[in-house]
């Protein structure tokens, strides 16, 4: 969980310098707030968009970390609503650091249109061999499509509070199994989880290795529409239903030729770029004053 908590971070960062804080989304519906400070649905949604799926199903089962990442967008946010504020952009090493990601932003642009590789780049010949050199990278783990019914608890909640959420949560499990065509309505009508009770507690395929530990360990043992629970997490307790299994497998060509494709453009237009660039320095054309920065090095020292 914690490289993908990164992974998502980082991505959050990213988001909240791309925004002005003069409410470009104020028209959108507020998703979560902090103060002054708002993160609306169009920027939730560009957020996730921006995961790959496999991280998106996670989130979907593992509310505390999608909770972690609006908080941490919030924060960001907030940090530079405080730094506009005082005008910090306006400090010369800002303002240096500003016009160094201009130049590079206008730079990339610019090499990105000199080096686009030929439009019958690569072949289909050429993916089917990076395919074919590189198949263990194309293995997807063992996934487990489940449902669930949530309840949240807080993390600062009185033990009286979680044993009562415990006691719910088994009373749910009870009826669960005992009846498991209700699972669904169950999970409409009393789990936390809005995103996927509306699905009847769909949550869908998510990878063996991104689902959270305490509930991988009991529905790695169930069987295809087996119920169990209640299961314990930070943040609440979790009635699991095991839909269907889908073993280790190899990713089909089809599937993955598209990722192949884009990555080996990306390779071959990095190749066009940097023979452009050492074209306009080359060796002929270029003078270099060994003396003055070795001398300018030593005053830096």
């Known amino acids: 969980m914690r490289t993908i908590y990164r992974e998502l971070l980082k991505i959050g960062a990213g988001v909240c310098v791309s925004l002005s804080m003069s409410a470009v989304f104020a028209q959108d519906d507020v998703v979560a707030r902090a103060g002054d400070v708002s993160v609306t649905s169009t920027e939730a949604a560009g957020l996730f968009q921006s995961l790959s799926s496999e991280n998106r199903a996670r989130l979907s089962a593992d509310n505390a970390t999608r909770d972690q990442l609006v908080r941490s967008l919030l924060a960001r946010k907030a940090a530079l609503a405080q730094a506009e504020s005082k005008g910090w952009e306006k400090q010369p090493q800002v303002q240096a650091a500003i016009e160094r990601a201009r130049q590079d932003i206008v730079l990339q642009s ?18 089917q061999a990076v395919y074919e050199r590189n198949r263990p990278a194309f293995m997807q783990p063992r996934a487990l499509h489940l449902a669930q019914i949530y309840l949240a608890v807080p993390q600062d909640a009185s033990e009286k509070v979680v044993e009562a959420a415990r006691k719910r ?14 699972f669904e309505a169950l999970a409409r009508k009393y789990s936390d ?11 869908g395929f998510v990878p063996e290795p991104m689902v959270q530990p305490q509930v991988l360990a009991v ?14 997490t930070a943040t609440g307790f979790h009635v699991i239903r095991l839909i269907e299994a889908r073993e280790a497998a190899a990713r089909p060509l089809d599937q993955v030729a598209p990722q192949i494709r884009a990555s080996l453009r990306e390779q071959r237009a990095r190749q066009i770029a940097q023979a452009y660039l050492d074209q306009l320095v080359a060796s002929g054309t270029v003078t270099i004053d060994e003396k003055a920065l070795s001398s300018m090095l030593t005053k830096t020292q």
Do not use: C, H, W, Y
């Open 110 to 127: 610019f090499l990105s249109s000199m080096s686009m590789p030929p439009a019958d780049f690569p072949t289909d010949a050429d993916v």
């Open 169 to 182: 949560a088994a009373d749910l499990t009870k009826q669960a199994q005992a009846k498991p065509a209700t």
């Open 193 to 203: 989880d809005k995103e996927s009770a509306e699905r009847g507690g769909d949550v």
């Open 219 to 232: 529905a790695a043992s169930l069987k295809a529409g087996d119920v169990a629970g209640p299961v314990r």
